[in-house]
């Protein structure tokens, strides 16, 4: 059985693998993580207005000029965050 594109193993970023501290992860687990940190440093918005970027977010989404997103699940599709 093939596996879904969320919990395939891909190779990261250096910048995304300094963050999560390893060369590998499925989407589903960086989407995890980057929860994690948004809620840790307070960057979500409430009732659902998303979240604010930092410089750290910023380096490891490839996502310099942002100043707030929405929807990780699409801005994690569209990042060069995964080499592949």
Do not use: C, Q
Request: glycine share 8%; net charge positive; aromatic share 8%.
């Amino acid at each position: 059985m093939a596996r879904s594109k969320i919990t395939a193993s891909l190779t990261l970023s250096p910048a995304l693998a300094g963050f999560m501290g390893r060369d590998t992860a499925s989407r589903g687990d960086v989407t995890k993580e980057i929860w994690k940190y948004i809620k840790k440093h307070d960057l979500a918005k409430p009732h659902g207005g998303g979240w604010d970027f930092d410089e750290t977010l910023e380096l490891v989404l490839h996502s310099k000029g942002m100043k707030k997103a929405s929807d990780l699940f699409s801005l994690l599709k569209k990042s060069k965050a995964f080499v592949s």
